[in-house]
Each structure stands twice: as structure tokens, then as C-alpha cells.
């Protein structure tokens, strides 16, 4: 466990962790390949625009509060510390005692638990190779997501079958695809609950010899 002081920063969209401090944590087995996400690109205070690499951080604890799968931004090395609503979001109510200078955390609020169970199929369209069609069949335990995952192309292009694991907070969805014939290369995959019966996002294949990305839209059956 790595004990670090954090910013508390209300208007930063992720947790911001400094890169000398990723490396730190990729060399110690905390990150592991499969936990990076695609970049995304966020809005500065001063109106510029910055493209940070990201990734899942599995457990983060504040006081004896965890909180699992904190999505965070690699920031260069003299940035900040940073806790952002990516964290505060998960938190519940809190508030700030400004006489003793703390995060008050509140209980957590009891959530239904939104199910995305079923068998989705639709489409995709992948970077240098075109449309295609994605079919999924996911199940789910509390918030967390497996099942298995095949992407189809246009034109006798060989597409993709593997699994797929991850997490859900009942909007977002974030899993890592495993290959069954390139287990080396995870894919990424972020999506958004956009209906009852709905999920679009993109992935994107990082840290292999070729660098892929897509977006899908697919619906339950």
C-alpha cells in the first residue's frame, strides 16, 4: 500500500496522478497493463485543452472508506495530486471541515443496483478496417461484469472472440477484452448505458505492435 497526500480538487473531471508516481505504482504490480484505459482529452482551467493517458485504479482508500475502480489521468511530473469527481462521485455525500481542515465522508447512499444482463448484438466501426458487427453476452454481480465478446467485418476481414471483464456504476461501463487468439493485446472498451436496452462507447488496443480503436452501438435482444 502506497500512502500518498492528495489535493482535493472539486472541478478536476478524474483523480490526477503525477507519472513519476504511475511508474512507481506499475513497478510495485499495482497497475498492470490491463487496468490502462483509452487517453481522454480534458479542459484546463485556462480554456487550453490537454490529451492524459488514463487507468483504472483497483482500490483507493480515504480514511477506512475503499473505494474500487477510480478512473485517474497520468499527469507529468510537476503536476498535482488530485482527488477529482471521478472519486468524489463514488463517495456519497461529503463536505469539508474547515476549522480542522478535512474531508467529512457521509454513509453512502443505499443505490438499486441497475442490471445490464443479457445478450446485445449491433454494430461497429473499427479504425483501418471499416464497419462491422459486435455480439455480447454479459453477466453481472453486484457491479461487477463478465461474459464474452465477438466482433464480426465486412469483406471476409477476420474480426475478434474472447471475454470480457470489468466493472459498471449503473451509467458507465468499463471492461477489458481478452483475445482468445492474441491474449497479449487487451482491448479497452468504456461504453454508456444510453437506454434500458442500449450501450455505445469505443475501445481502443493499447500498448501492442498495432494500435487499434473502434466505437460500437449495441442493443439487448
Known amino acids: 500500500m502506497l500512502t500518498l497526500n492528495f489535493i482535493l480538487d472539486s472541478g478536476a473531471a478524474d483523480v490526477n496522478i503525477p507519472a513519476d508516481v504511475v511508474i512507481t505504482l506499475v513497478r510495485a504490480g499495482t497497475i498492470k497493463e490491463a487496468d490502462f484505459l483509452p487517453g481522454k482529452t480534458y479542459v484546463l482551467a485556462d480554456g ?6 488514463r487507468f483504472l485504479l483497483r482500490s483507493l482508500k480515504i480514511g477506512r472508506r475503499h473505494i474500487p475502480n477510480v ?19 463514488k463517495l456519497g455525500t461529503w463536505s469539508m471541515d474547515s476549522q480542522r481542515r478535512v474531508l467529512v465522508l457521509g454513509p453512502l447512499a443505499t443505490q438499486t443496483v441497475v442490471s445490464i444482463v443479457g445478450n446485445y ?16 453476452s454479459l453477466v453481472q454481480n ?6 464474452t465478446l465477438q466482433s464480426t467485418f465486412q469483406h471476409g476481414r477476420p474480426g475478434a472472440s474472447g471475454t470480457v471483464a470489468g466493472t459498471f456504476d449503473g451509467h458507465a461501463l468499463t471492461l477489458t477484452f481478452t483475445s482468445s487468439t492474441l491474449p497479449t493485446c487487451p482491448i479497452h472498451l ?5 437506454s434500458e436496452t442500449r450501450l455505445t462507447g469505443t ?3 493499447l500498448h501492442c505492435p498495432v494500435a487499434v480503436s473502434g466505437r460500437f452501438d449495441i442493443n439487448r435482444q
Open 48 to 53: 487550453s485543452a490537454l490529451k492524459s493517458p
Open 71 to 89: 478512473p485517474a489521468s497520468v499527469g507529468n511530473l510537476a503536476s498535482d495530486l488530485l482527488l477529482g469527481q471521478s472519486l468524489l462521485e
Open 121 to 136: 448484438t449491433g454494430t461497429l466501426w473499427e479504425s483501418g478496417t471499416g464497419p462491422g458487427t459486435m455480439q455480447a
Open 142 to 147: 453486484g457491479t461487477t461484469i463478465a461474459g
Open 190 to 194: 468504456t461504453a454508456t448505458r444510453v
Open 203 to 205: 475501445y481502443a488496443v
